[in-house]
């Protein structure tokens, strides 16, 4: 009878501890339930990666490495904190040794099986360098003691469980209770430790009317997709991505470094050259008349998506309409020679300015646009820069005048006309404006772009006096 | 004795079942963008009074990490808040749910927008002097600690580095970006200013030089207690988060706030871009627009019934009332993305003026 009395309260008490388990109301993860011995604990469970090198680990064979023990907690992005648990299993250092070790030149991409993967510095791996936070209020406090990064295989003596967080999760443990660190050191599902060299950064040097060291950060921004990306597949089929050379020769042709019109067409058409050294010296030259706004000849800095190693290091000069031997690698730096336009210009073409007769307005502006490959501003200070002419023109009603300006046909050597314009149209400020054919305006040696103390003027000599345009703001060729 | 022992089993039972039928509450996991924390308890608590056979189980997370637990981890949520609205089309429109060929969502609505400004106290430096204007200026000076949160892992720390980018067209200078962020890490951020092109990259590895005055930390949140504590004089935070919390707050220009529908083209110019790949399903790049949060009942949703009674009640007057209260007002009338797709229960909210 006491027996059965005995047996009747221990059921009755199972029953109520099971109503109460039944019935409680919050989800509460499930304790990790201890993993006995399954065919997958014989497979790998961590990749070590090194370039070509992999280091294949089971579970055994990381057990068998020699362990550590900590206590490691996380507070989450949103200040959620989950308290410190002992946690055993192998210094992240420790398995890196296996690939040569860690320095400070190397980080460190942990990947997890979900696709999440983190990069760490060699400050967090080597030397435990992590904020931590207070276990109870999340503030930041001093870190108690040494924090260590490691692959865990267990928690508070029990295996990880698979389902849940993978069978290895990298934590940082640390020797108190009391302190935690950002959850997102914490990766579960870990199953990839990449030893990485620090990407080496490099500077080329781009000079021309300005001089522009351009460093890789830079580079690889200019060659985003929806930017300048260019590829080309050569003959053996490697994917070279790199920059056309003209849009790199645009950012230092002039002080314009962007936009449409950051590549100055009439100074390429002026015939210069441009020098491609390599580190050894070896040294290209194009002239720019072949480089104008060609995609085809692209300054690359990936083959097949990776970054150009030995000898092309850091940059290669690619294309399908260059030889072998231009294709120059390890470019150090690209110099824009205008000097070798200057040389090869005819003496007599050479236009002297004189000073100006007549001091036009300083803040008056010119809008060279419509069918242009890049349309342009030119300020005062912009026409002063063309060759200035003091002359006198026979205006049709007032006979000859002593005018002060520049040639038109030295406004429209600056322009990259499109073929499909054929009329020029002169615009005042008060919206008048009067077209005449664009091969007129060509045909024209005296015409001229001048100015009087007031505004901007058309001087249009044998043309009719509507021609002549008062306050010109603008130039549209259509 | 056996009979004995036979009573005292379906006693048990009968316990078991007594004491649980009544007390069986249907979960309504609701995973949301930690800038929704203050508001959303508020909604729990108000909710769960409402209709005492639901159980609101909330979970904040950073906006992306919110969507990985629906689309690389499967779990099944019921209602997904995030603070970015473009990542439900670009992952769980495209994904679909395990073996079928159904998308984890699509349609969403979007709840509300915010705005970026900064968070100081009346013991912050040059506090009395910092404005509209100059603040950039102010929060370059090297006796001025300034909290930024990690760009790699929270979207204020993308949104406050274009901030700093677009404000170049808007004061005209093109040094603001650099002034403030050369020499404070290891590895710089770096700008790359195309006028209507401006490219931010990321490195892989961010961490402050030994001089920088610059204190970074993972989340947002975590820069709000060393405000408090004095720790650092100003950060960049939400302003519904900064109005939650008391601060100080200095806002920023419409053109700048990211928070002004009528300014999307111009932040549309700036885009951060990660040197690396953090998650397998997001591309890590970010394109500056107005900040939006969308809301949506994923399709493996366990319990879609319970999480419309939520949706309906947060845009009940009662619902608004506590998203106002909480500086974080909802969009109304609705608007979002396929609107035509929302649950029948939902159709009504349309009707909102």
């Known amino acids: 009878?006491?027996?059965?009395?005995?047996?009747?309260?221990?059921?009755?008490?199972?029953?109520?501890?099971?109503?109460?388990?039944?019935?409680?109301?919050?989800?509460?993860?499930?304790?990790?339930?201890?993993?006995?011995?399954?065919?997958?604990?014989?497979?790998?469970?961590?990749?070590?990666?090194?370039?070509?090198?992999?280091?294949?680990?089971?579970?055994?064979?990381?057990?068998?490495?020699?362990?550590?023990?900590?206590?490691?907690?996380?507070?989450?992005?949103?200040?959620?904190?989950?308290?410190?648990?002992?946690?055993?299993?192998?210094?992240?250092?420790?398995?890196?040794?296996?690939?040569?070790?860690?320095?400070?030149?190397?980080?460190?991409?942990?990947?997890?099986?979900?696709?999440?993967?983190?990069?760490?510095?060699?400050?967090?791996?080597?030397?435990?360098?992590?904020?931590?936070?207070?276990?109870?209020?999340?503030?930041?406090?001093?870190?108690?003691?040494?924090?260590?990064?490691?692959?865990?295989?267990?928690?508070?003596?029990?295996?990880?469980?698979?389902?849940?967080?993978?069978?290895?999760?990298?934590?940082?443990?640390?020797?108190?209770?009391?302190?935690?660190?950002?959850?997102?050191?914490s990766i579960k599902y870990a199953n990839k430790i990449v030893l990485k060299d620090a990407v080496e950064d490099w500077v080329v040097n781009f000079k021309g009317a300005i001089e522009e060291p351009m460093d890789r950060a830079t580079f690889e921004s200019g060659a985003a997709e929806g930017c300048h990306q260019y590829s080309w597949t050569d003959d053996e089929g490697h994917v070279w991505e790199g920059i056309p050379l003209y849009y790199l020769i645009g950012r230092v042709?002039?002080?314009?470094?962007?936009?449409?019109?950051?590549?100055?067409?009439?100074?390429?058409?002026?015939?210069?050259?441009?020098?491609?050294?390599?580190?050894?010296?070896?040294?290209?030259?194009l002239d720019s008349y072949t480089a104008m706004r060609n995609d085809n000849i692209i300054v690359a800095y990936l083959v097949d998506g990776e970054p150009l190693t030995g000898e092309n290091f850091p940059l290669r000069l690619v294309g399908p309409e260059l030889s072998k031997k231009q294709m120059v690698g390890g470019i150090t730096s690209v110099v824009i020679n205008f000097e070798s336009a200057a040389a090869t210009e005819e003496p007599t073409a050479q236009i002297v300015g004189e000073v100006p007769a007549i001091i036009g307005p300083a803040d008056a502006t010119l809008s060279l646009r419509g069918a242009l490959d890049a349309e342009k501003n030119l300020t005062m200070d912009d026409l002063l820069k063309l060759a200035v002419v003091n002359t006198s023109v026979e205006h049709p009603k007032k006979g000859a005048i002593e005018v002060t300006g520049v040639k038109m046909s030295d406004i429209l050597a600056l322009l990259t006309i499109k073929s499909e314009a054929k009329t020029v149209s002169f615009i005042a400020g008060d919206g008048w404006s009067v077209d005449l054919p664009l091969a007129d305006l060509q045909a024209c040696e005296s015409c001229l772009l001048g100015w009087d103390e007031e505004m901007l003027r058309t001087y249009m000599p044998g043309f009719d006096s509507n021609f002549w345009a008062k306050d010109l703001v603008a130039i549209e060729f259509k | 004795m056996k009979k004995a022992l036979a009573g005292s089993c379906i006693l048990v039972i009968l316990l078991f079942l007594n004491a649980c039928a009544p007390k069986q509450k249907t979960p309504l996991v609701v995973f949301a963008a930690g800038s929704l924390i203050q508001p959303f308890n508020d909604l729990e608590k108000a909710f769960e009074l409402k209709y005492p056979d639901i159980d609101v189980q909330t979970e904040y997370h950073g906006s992306i990490q919110v969507m990985r637990h629906v689309t690389d981890l499967h779990e099944e949520i019921d209602i997904v808040a995030t603070a970015d609205q473009s990542l439900i089309p670009m992952l769980m429109y495209q994904?679909?749910?395990?073996?079928?060929?159904?998308?984890?969502?699509?349609?969403?609505?979007?709840?509300?927008?915010?705005?970026?400004?900064?968070?100081?106290?009346?013991?912050?430096?040059?506090?009395e002097e910092?404005?509209?204007?100059?603040?950039?200026?102010?929060?370059?000076?090297?006796?001025v600690k300034v909290g930024l949160s990690?760009?790699?892992?929270?979207?204020?720390?993308?949104?406050?580095?274009?901030?700093?980018?677009?404000?170049?067209?808007?004061?005209?200078?093109?040094?603001?970006?650099?002034?403030?962020?050369?020499?404070?890490?290891?590895?710089?951020?770096?700008?790359?200013?195309?006028?209507?092109?401006?490219?931010?990259?990321?490195?892989?590895?961010l961490e402050t030089t030994g001089t920088s005055h610059i204190m970074m930390r993972g989340s947002s949140v975590a820069l709000i207690s060393l405000l408090e504590a004095g720790e650092i004089d100003y950060a960049f935070e939400y302003e519904s988060v900064i109005q939650q919390h008391g601060f100080e707050m200095l806002r920023l220009p419409s053109a700048l706030n990211l928070g002004e529908d009528s300014f999307s083209d111009a932040y549309g110019k700036v885009t951060v871009k990660m040197d690396f790949q953090r998650f397998a399903s997001v591309d890590p790049v970010f394109k500056g627009e107005q900040i939006k949060y969308g809301l949506t009942i994923p399709s493996n949703a366990p319990h879609p019934e319970a999480a419309a009674e939520f949706i309906q009640f947060l845009y009940s007057s009662e619902g608004q009332a506590i998203m106002a209260q909480n500086a974080h007002p909802l969009i109304t009338p609705l608007t979002g993305s396929n609107l035509e797709n929302l649950p029948a229960k939902l159709q009504i909210l349309l009707t909102i003026k």
């Open chain 2, 130 to 143: 910092i404005n509209q204007e100059n603040w950039w200026e102010i929060l370059s000076r090297e006796d």
């Open chain 1, 253 to 285: 042709d002039d002080e314009v470094k962007h936009g449409d019109d950051a590549f100055r067409d009439d100074l390429a058409k002026t015939g210069y050259t441009i020098d491609l050294i390599s580190a050894d010296g070896y040294t290209v030259t």
């Open chain 2, 150 to 205: 990690d760009p790699r892992f929270d979207a204020v720390g993308y949104r406050q580095l274009m901030v700093f980018a677009l404000a170049q067209d808007v004061f005209g200078k093109g040094d603001i970006f650099d002034t403030f962020l050369q020499h404070q890490f290891t590895k710089e951020i770096r700008l790359v200013d195309m006028g209507d092109i401006k490219i931010i990259r990321i490195p892989e590895i």
């Open chain 1, 1 to 185: 009878m006491k027996f059965l009395f005995k047996n009747v309260v221990f059921v009755l008490l199972m029953g109520v501890m099971i109503s109460l388990t039944g019935c409680s109301p919050a989800v509460q993860e499930a304790p990790v339930d201890v993993q006995t011995e399954t065919p997958e604990i014989l497979e790998t469970v961590l990749e070590l990666v090194k370039g070509e090198e992999v280091v294949y680990f089971t579970m055994d064979q990381l057990k068998s490495l020699p362990a550590v023990e900590g206590l490691a907690g996380i507070m989450s992005s949103t200040g959620k904190i989950t308290a410190p648990a002992l946690h055993k299993g192998v210094l992240v250092s420790t398995l890196l040794a296996e690939l040569g070790g860690m320095t400070d030149t190397h980080s460190v991409e942990v990947v997890a099986e979900d696709g999440y993967s983190i990069t760490f510095s060699p400050k967090q791996i080597l030397n435990g360098e992590y904020i931590t936070y207070d276990v109870s209020s999340g503030d930041e406090m001093e870190t108690i003691g040494l924090l260590q990064t490691i692959i865990a295989y267990e928690r508070e003596g029990k295996p990880l469980d698979p389902e849940m967080e993978g069978s290895l999760r990298l934590v940082v443990i640390g020797e108190s209770p009391l302190q935690v660190v950002d959850g997102h050191w």
């Open chain 2, 95 to 127: 994904v679909d749910i395990p073996g079928t060929t159904i998308p984890y969502a699509n349609w969403f609505i979007s709840m509300a927008s915010n705005r970026l400004a900064i968070a100081y106290t009346p013991e912050s430096k040059y506090q």
